[in-house]
Each structure stands twice: as C-alpha cells, then as structure tokens.
C-alpha cells in the first residue's frame, strides 16, 4: 500500500486490533496513525487495545479481532492456562467480563450510580482496590499503599485517580490481576489471605471472580446493557463456593443453629446440592429444612444484588431456619 493512501474511519477501525498487536505494514501504520490523530475517539481505542496487547503479551496475530480487545485475552488464556488449570480459567473469564464493562463504558455513565453506592468510574478504581490488595497480599504490590479493609482501601484511592485519565485505574486493576494470575500458576497449592482469612488458592481466586461477576454487571447496568449470564461450568464453580461459605456466613450473621443441618438445593445449569452445618456441634445427617432456589438467583443473592425478600424459594421443614439461612447468605458480601 502506497503511504500517500488515505484510510476511512471504518478501515481504520477495522485494522485497530492489528495495529495494537504491531502486525501493520509501516506504511498502514503511517496511515493508520493520520487517521488516530484527527480522531481522539479512535486513538484512544487504539490504545485501549494496546495496553491490552501489552498485558496479555501478545505480539503476533495473523487475524487480530476488529476493536475489542477481549478475542486476542481468551486466546492468551487459552495458551497460559490450558485445560488442567480450570479455576484460573474462571479467574481470568471473569477478569474478561470486567474489562468488556469498561470497554463498553460511556463517558455519559462515569457518573451513574451502582447498587453499592460508588459510581461507574469509581467502581473501577475500587475493582483495582480488591485486585492490588490480593497482590499486595500476596506479596507483589502494584501500587503503594498499605490499607487492608477494602472500603477504606478504595476511599483513600479515590482521591489518587480523582483527576486522572480512567485508563490509569485500568492500568492498575489490569496489572493486578497480571500479578494474581501469575502467582496463581506457580504456586497451585498455596493459601493466600483475603478479608483476614487464609484461603486455598482455588477459594482465593473465586472469591475474586465471584466479585468480578457482580461487578462487571454493575457496569453493564451503568451503560444501559443488559445482564449476561456465566457459562454453567463457571456457574458451578461460583454455586459451589456459595454453599460451601453458608456455615461461616451463618456465624457472622448472629443467625447459627447448633446441632442443626440445612440442605440448599441449587436448581438450573451449574446448580447442585450442599448440606450445610448450621452451627456447632454434632447435627443429624438428615436435614432440618430443605430450601430450592435458581442457582443464578442464589449467587446474587450471595453477592447482594437481590434481596431476600426477593428471592423466590421452597422451603421444606422448618421454616425459620429456611429464612435464617436465605438472610445470611449475603453475610461475606464486600461488594
């Protein structure tokens, strides 16, 4: 191609995902870059992908995706986790689901406001609250700061981001995950502390991805998007850590029974079933209440984005320990 070439807008959109992997001929590059210079909308997608190509280390394609960057993150995925390493599989989707959110983010929603109280564009800066505080926790900090409890955490980053370009909170969420991901490869066996817990690595990540969920849905809500439903195989990974967290959920609510058992009953794909010790001491093998509920209602009632008095549930046997386990389900939220 000639250098003197002049592109459209749609062809430069078209090459944008060549362009920020370096796969461009020097003479596309050089009108691609005339096109990226009158276009402030285009350059800064251009950089968007960019930075993604950078975190994902990729430097090759051969058929880079047009505009989104998430195609050539699932292919690096792929490649980095491989089909024995499931739950880092789940991390980094999840991960993908909230940078497609910020992707689709207009500026005209920055100020809109999300179920827990912080806009959209402070909601990014609080989803690099939680990412850099597992690494820092993990003994790789991405930025300099010490606060531990996540609210207060993201309050005292707030202020650091206030002026800034939201890419640089980008920046820092994305190079966090970069670290937990890394960290998570090498060592399988691992604990990890979260929220003054030791946690195995497995738990650790789907806590993490658990909030990704909730929260790149918060993101789409923002921008006016629809919802989007997990695979059921990553489903099953969030319903499972959901039933397995209800007997310390149930403590930290002041809502435990000793000697008393509960079956959850999960229906839909990536549902199952969990009996869950209630309280302390020796209980029956035999339930004492039975409660069925959708298992994605289930996990957003876990993650707060339903409330219990909407959440449409049998319940088989006592009725009040039905109830205290329903209400106590959000009781770990910190979203």
């Known amino acids: 191609m000639s250098s003197e070439r002049q592109l459209t807008e749609r062809e430069v959109e078209e090459l944008l995902g060549a362009y920020a992997l370096d796969a461009c001929d020097a003479d596309e590059t050089v009108a691609i870059e005339a096109v990226l210079a009158r276009h402030p909308d285009l350059a800064r997608e251009a950089d968007r992908l960019a930075r993604a190509a950078a975190w994902i280390g990729a430097t090759e394609a051969s058929e880079p995706p047009p505009r989104m960057r998430t195609g050539v993150i ?67 900090p991405t930025i300099d700061l010490v606060e531990v409890d996540i609210v207060a955490r993201t309050h005292e980053l707030l202020p650091r981001f206030a002026d800034r370009d939201l890419e640089d909170a980008v920046d820092l969420w994305r190079d966090s ?36 969920w909730i929260h790149a ?68 093998s035999r339930p004492d209440v039975t409660v069925t509920a959708d298992v994605i209602e289930w996990c957003l009632l876990v993650g707060e984005r339903i409330d219990p008095t909407q959440m449409h549930y049998e319940v088989d046997g006592d009725r009040a320990l039905g109830r205290d386990l329903v209400e106590s389900a959000s009781a770990l939220a910190t979203l």
């Open 217 to 284: 849905d918060d993101l789409r809500r923002a921008s006016g998007l629809p919802t989007t439903t997990p695979e059921a195989r990553h489903v099953a990974f969030m319903s499972d850590l959901a039933g397995r967290i209800l007997p310390l959920a149930l403590t930290v609510a002041g809502r435990a029974h000793d000697h008393k058992t509960a079956r959850l009953v999960l229906t839909g794909d990536g549902g199952g079933e969990w009996m869950v010790p209630m309280g302390a001491g020796e209980s029956s």
């Open 74 to 140: 699932d292919a690096a995925r792929a490649r980095r986790t491989g089909p024995a390493d499931p739950v880092i599989d789940v991390y980094l989707s999840f991960a993908d689901r909230v940078g497609r959110a910020i992707d689709e983010l207009p500026d005209a929603a920055l100020d809109v406001v999300t179920p827990n109280g912080l806009t959209a564009r402070d909601l990014v800066v609080h989803l690099a609250a939680q990412e850099s505080l597992l690494a820092q926790n993990l003994g790789v």
């Open 177 to 212: 995950v970069e670290v937990n991901r890394a960290w998570a490869m090498e060592n399988p066996d691992r604990t990890a502390i979260w929220r003054g817990l030791g946690l195995s690595r497995d738990d650790t990540l789907l806590v993490r991805s658990f909030e990704a």
